[in-house]
């Protein structure tokens, strides 16, 4: 597609589970950015790459957070034993240039729900 | 670091109306500054940026945003409404995260309704 792509869309898991969301971004970008966005709240930044490169992973709130890139395109955000306050949206952004240049093109995001 | 501040959770305008839609950030260095938009069931879109270019900056669908370093602002303005404007706009501006990297730093956001 021409967009980014994330899923699963929705996701529901009980409390203590681990779970995997999936971003696709725009074919050719080499900037990806994982972003959280709790209820009511504007998105706040997780993690970036640069290819397969993870530069920045300072706005992970815990351990239990985990991203990859491992070939560049496809990225991979995991959470371990996941707890109520990891229950949001979890934006995926990708660009053509770094983050300086601020024109991130997002996909819908996958919703988390922790029971 | 700094802080981005929408003045406003939720504004309605009537059709056809003056929107604006306030932004405040904290810095003492002239910052990027941005716009993005949500519209239901949508990722965020790009709306325009200030990049330290014409303070003036034009977008797209007809709005625009002047940034003023006197009063640290970066409000959004579009003179007419439309129904489709409908939607969620968010403010942001870069700045170095821990790690030293530029990221962007998003404001609560405004959620925009329109009345025919």
């Known amino acids: 597609g021409a967009g980014v792509s994330q899923s699963p869309r929705y996701k529901v898991a009980k409390r203590g589970q681990d779970v995997a969301l999936r971003c696709d971004p725009i074919?050719?970008?080499?900037?990806l950015f994982w972003y959280q966005q709790a209820l009511g709240q504007g998105p706040e930044f997780l993690t970036y790459?640069?290819?397969?490169?993870?530069?920045?992973k300072s706005g992970l709130p815990s351990d239990r957070f985990f991203a990859e890139r491992p070939e560049g395109s496809v990225s991979t955000l995991k959470i371990q034993r996941t707890q109520q306050e990891d229950s949001a949206v979890y934006l995926c952004?990708?660009?053509?240039?770094?983050?300086?240049?601020?024109?991130?093109?997002f996909g819908e995001g996958s919703r988390l729900t922790v029971l | 670091a700094q802080s981005v501040t929408q003045l406003g959770s939720h504004v309605s305008v009537s059709e056809g109306a003056l929107v604006l839609l306030r932004c405040n950030y904290s810095?003492?260095?002239?910052?990027?500054l941005f716009w993005y938009v949500q519209y239901p069931n949508q990722g965020l879109q790009l709306l325009l940026k200030?990049?330290?270019?014409?303070?003036l900056v034009k977008g797209i669908n007809g709005f625009e945003a002047e940034f003023k370093k006197s009063e640290t602002s970066f409000h959004l303005t579009k003179p007419s409404a439309h129904m489709s404007d409908a939607a969620e706009y968010f403010c942001?501006?870069?700045?170095?995260?821990?790690?030293?990297?530029?990221?962007?730093?998003f404001g609560k956001g405004t959620k925009l309704s329109v009345i025919p």
């Open positions: 790459f640069q290819n397969e490169a993870q530069l920045d």
């Open positions: 200030y990049t330290s270019a014409a303070t």
């Open positions: 810095s003492s260095v002239p910052p990027y």
């Open positions: 952004a990708s660009s053509l240039g770094g983050p300086l240049t601020g024109e991130l093109f």
């Open positions: 074919s050719g970008h080499v900037s």
């Open positions: 942001a501006v870069s700045e170095r995260s821990g790690a030293g990297s530029y990221q962007l730093t």
